[in-house]
Each structure stands twice: as C-alpha cells, then as structure tokens.
C-alpha cells in the first residue's frame, strides 16, 4: 500500500518526502497535507485558551534569567517592562510553552523559534546585494512549521496595538500576511528544489518594482532605511565604537552597554579572558570553509568588550572583537554571542547539534537565503571552569530594521506581506512545502483563525506584561531602565 508516513523528524526534514525508501511524488504529498486537516482542522488554529497548568510566566523568565549574567538581568527586566510589545520580544520561552498545547500538522519543517516581526530585517548578502530576510535563530530547532506563523501573526497585532491601530486594521495586517504566506507557499509548492533555494528577497529588485507606487512620504521612508542599512558596515562601527587609548585603537566604553574587557575585569583576570576570546577566535575558524579561514587569518585581534544586545538576549554573555587587517583603517567587528538550549527544547525532539553554537548556525544557514560569511561556532571554557557554546558572525554587516513602532496601518501592511512572503520561502527550504501547502489550500479559512488566534494572544500577552510590571513593583525581581 502507497502510503506516506512521517517518521521522526529530522533537521531538514528530507525522511518526510519518502513513501517506502522511494521519494513521494507530488500528489502523494499533496494527499498528506489535505490528511492533516483531519489531524488539526484549519480553523482549529484561532483557538487559544491559557492552560489550568499554564506556569506562572515570571518563573518561566526567571528561570531564563538564572544561567544569564546577574548584573545584566535587571536591564532585560527593564527593557521588557517599556511596553508589552518589548515584553514579547523577551518572552519566547512563554510562548514556547503555549504554542506546545495548541494545534499540529504533524508537518515539520526548520523553525526560526522566535519569528517576531522585529527579526525580519534587511541584511547584506556575501556578493553584496542588500536583502530582506529573517536575522534571529536563537531559538531554532525542527518543529510544526505553524508555530513561527502564529509567533509571527502576534506579534503583528501587539505592534499594531502599541502603533494605536483598531482592531479591524490589525486584523488586516494579520490575514495580509499569512495570505502571503499561503500564496507564496503554494508558488513554491509548483518549484522545482533548486529554484526554491535560489530564491531571495533583493532590496534592489524592490526598489524597482515598487518605490514608484509608493507616496512619497512613504518612498522617502524606506529609502532612509535601505540607505541606513547600507552604512552600517565594520567602518561604522569602527567609527562609532572605538577610540583611540594610548595611541593605540581600543573599543570606547559606554558602561553598562558596552565595556572593554579592560574596564571589565583589570589586571591579570582581564588578559585571561582576552586570551581565551583569542582562541575562541582562532579555534572557531574550523567552522568556516576554507576560503573563509584564509580570509579570518589575515586579520589579527587588536581589543574585546562585552556588549548588551537585544531585548530577550540580554544577560547572555556576548563580546564583540575589534579585529585590524591590512592597517589601521580595515577593520572587522565580529560578535561572538552565547548559545543556549533552545527554548522550543522541552517540547520537541532532541537537537541532532550537541553544540548549541552549531544548532544555531545550522539552522541559521538553512533558512536564510545567504549567510554571513564569518558565521560559525565553538566551544569554550570560561573563566569559571564552566563550558559554554557560541556562535561568531559579523556584528554590523548593512543590517538595516524598519521602524515598525512608527508604521501607520497602510505601511504594516506590506511589511507584513514582505515577513510573510519571507518565512513561506525559509521553511519551504527545509519542509515539504506541497504538503504545507495543500493543508493551507486556495481559501482564506487559515488565515481568518490567525487573526483570531493573534487577538487572543496578544491579551494572553498583555496579561502576562502586566504581571512582570507588578512583580517590578512588588520587589519580586529589579528592573534597570537603561537603553
């Protein structure tokens, strides 16, 4: 009997395209999304309900917190207590936990695990060709290829709220995207393999198609933001971050963001640390191909300083490096961040990475339309003994975020349109996108229930901001206002 079945998944998700040890045919696939309505009807996704065992979402972050840097948990606290916009950027181990009692497909595919909409943003492509694509893969692992759709669907109507939108209007962000999402996905469900992985979302070939549609307010405003991200690059940086100490180039303080390991840990604990960010350096370079480790070699270390980044990563321990090449005038900034088990962990199989760093850049390199070159990953032993796994890439490389705390209605539209069109093309890669896109079908069924779905959810979020506001209040934890 021809029957298709899923195994356990793998990263790539490859065993689902096979009926018997042969690959499934296209109709086969077909069949076996239409099947998953069965599984979780399409409309089954507008339900959200918390649980009577829902944790406690203070404990959920505290919990988070108590691997993190003690002194930098106040600020993540700080950052997150501004608005329950911010609070959900910080909080994707709480919904981690919700998505996991909420309807599957059984469908897997390469999650990003925190798709919010601040983490799709323009980046720089290794032929340097600005795009559009998704930035953040802390978080991922192989999973129900819906979960990033709903993380993505919410977060679209708590901006809204925070932008003043009615109900109606963040109803239309939501069901503009995930009908893209849809409609893209069935594009490449009609692909072939190849076609799917050369897809890409270039900054240039928009301009062209639809600046001139655009107002001119409107035209004026990515055009600040793609120039923007053109001008953030290593000289930036090198412009922006650094001093000169001593007669000698050095990364410039600015306490408790930014602080040079010098100021950080004086005497004979700093050179420690700065000789094992050395190695790390050095030894992370078997993470590259090899045209990239020639490259890395011709660049030498010149300081390291601790920075805060984001807001749900704030508390892991990140460095950046000042790295000189050919003078004083070519730098290279790489961030060497922490990797943690995930947060999707304790609700999916088990990562095939036993480096954290390398789940994140496996994953990274799978959903991404191109990578940053001096992305890779090592293994460390800090100065408490303790091992830990990072991940390297460039810290500015024309990364550019669109202002979504400043889109009027009309603008979060086709931002919404351009994450989903985005996350379709990042998990057809790893998925079976036919699959993925018989269950969608041609109707707008699935699209209605995530925007009920993301109206429940962002006053499940609401509730829980209010809850860390009041634990603030209460004593419960510190928070630190520092931007």
């Known amino acids: 009997m021809n029957t298709l079945t899923e195994p356990a998944p793998s990263a790539n998700g490859r065993r689902a395209l096979h009926v018997g040890g042969r690959f499934a045919t296209p109709d086969a696939r077909a ?18 309900s918390p649980s009577s065992r829902r944790p406690d979402p203070i404990d959920v972050i505290e919990r988070q917190s108590s691997t993190r840097l003690p002194e930098l948990v106040p600020i993540r606290y700080g950052r997150m207590m501004e608005s329950p916009f911010r609070f959900y950027r910080g909080a994707a181990a709480i919904m981690a936990g919700d998505l996991s009692r909420t309807p599957r497909t059984g469908i897997t595919v390469q999650l990003c695990g925190d798709a919010h909409l601040v983490n799709f943003r323009l980046l720089a492509s290794p032929e340097r060709r600005l795009m559009f ?27 809204g709220r925070h932008n003043g939108f009615s109900r109606a209007e963040s109803r239309s962000v939501v069901t503009t995207m995930v009908r893209f999402y849809r409609e ?8 072939g393999n190849l076609a799917v992985w050369y897809t890409r979302v270039d900054v240039e070939r928009l301009e062209a198609e639809y600046l001139d549609r655009l107002t001119k307010a409107r035209r004026k405003r990515v055009e600040r933001t793609v120039g923007a991200a053109r001008r953030r690059d290593s000289l930036r940086a090198f412009e922006k971050l650094t001093t000169i100490r001593d007669g000698e180039r050095r990364i410039a303080a600015d306490p408790p ?42 660049y030498h270390l010149v300081d390291v300083a601790r920075k805060v980044v984001g807001v749900g990563s704030v508390g892991t321990r990140c460095w950046i490096v000042l790295m000189l090449g050919r003078d004083d005038q070519d730098p290279l900034f790489l961030q ?41 990953w090592h293994r460390a032993t800090g100065p408490d003994g303790r091992q830990r796994d990072f991940y390297v890439r460039q810290l500015y490389d024309w990364k550019g975020i669109a202002p979504v705390d400043e889109m009027p209605p009309a603008n979060m539209r086709s931002f919404a349109a351009l994450c989903g069109a985005t996350l379709a093309r990042a998990h057809a890669r790893s998925g079976d996108r036919i699959a993925i896109a018989s269950y969608l079908g041609n109707s707008d069924v699935f699209d209605r229930a995530l925007a009920e779905f993301a109206e429940a959810y962002a006053n499940q979020n609401e509730r829980d901001h209010a809850a860390l506001v009041e634990a603030v209040k209460s004593g419960r934890v510190t928070a630190e206002s520092i931007d």
């Open 257 to 298: 963001l930014l602080v040079p390991i010098a100021d950080l840990f004086p005497g004979v604990e700093g050179d420690a640390i700065a000789e094992q960010l050395a190695e790390v350096i050095g030894q992370y370079r078997v993470s590259l191909s090899p045209d990239r480790r020639v490259l890395l070699s011709q």
């Open 133 to 159: 694509d998704i930035n953040d893969f802390d978080e991922t692992l192989p999973g129900p290829w819906e979960w990033d759709v709903k993380r993505l669907a919410a977060s679209l109507v708590i901006a």
């Open 184 to 191: 893209w996905m069935h594009r490449f469900a009609a692909m």
């Open 31 to 48: 069949a076996r999304g239409r099947a998953a309505r069965a599984t979780a009807s399409r409309s089954s996704h507008a339900e959200f």
């Open 336 to 376: 060497v961040k922490e990797a943690d088990v995930s947060v999707l962990a304790d609700y999916l199989p088990a990562s095939e990475y036993a480096n954290q760093g390398e789940r994140v850049v496996s994953g990274q390199r799978l959903m991404q339309a191109a990578s940053d070159i001096f992305l890779g």
